[in-house]
């Protein structure tokens, strides 16, 4: 009886500590990308400019989708632009509820090559919380950033000149 009781508590604890991590695991992913870049996931800085300015150029690219469920257009205003390692970038999204409701929608992004996310800091983004969107309303959304100069060091980057900021949106639910 006691092996019976001993194995039951075991079992038990196994599972609640399954379940704890499984619903664990999806901030603490997210957690885990925002700091490290892991996943193309850009991090966000700390500081509103770099403490150098290099005169290596690169390019930024932007894109932008929405998923089926929301009828939002949603597109950059620049195809792409071209700055300095260190200098700060300003681009503009533009969303527009086509749809006959309000509608929440928030943003997920990630930089095209992974290898480049952990240089790509964000200072201000329309990403950082939910945009609320009457019906036929449009705006413009500002995404401020700079690339890292640490990015000219590092030996895997060292023929990159173009990286992809790309952004979903996808409706809110809270």
Not at 59 to 79: C, G
Not at 134 to 144: A, R
Request: charged letters at 20%; glycine letters at 6%; one cysteine or more.
């Amino acid at each position: 009886m006691k092996k019976d009781q001993h194995l039951g508590i075991i079992l038990t604890t196994i599972v609640f500590f399954m379940m704890t991590i499984s619903y664990a695991s999806v901030p603490l992913y997210r957690l885990f990308c925002q700091k490290t870049g892991y996943g193309g996931t850009p991090q966000i800085a700390a500081k509103v400019k770099a403490d150098t300015i290099l005169d290596r150029e690169i390019t930024i690219q932007f894109t932008a989708n929405t998923h089926r469920d929301l009828p939002w257009l949603f597109k950059p205003l620049q195809h792409s632009i071209t700055l300095k390692l260190g200098e700060n970038g300003l681009a503009y999204y533009w969303a527009e509820n086509t749809g006959n409701q309000a509608i929440t929608g928030m943003a997920t992004y990630n930089i095209s090559p992974d290898k480049a996310a952990p240089y790509f800091n964000k200072i201000e983004c329309f990403c950082f919380e939910e945009q609320h969107l009457q019906p036929k309303q449009g705006m413009e959304m500002p995404v401020l950033f700079f690339i890292d100069p640490a990015f000219a060091m590092d030996k895997q980057l060292k023929e990159l000149k173009t990286i992809t900021l790309s952004y979903t949106f996808f409706r809110f639910k809270s």
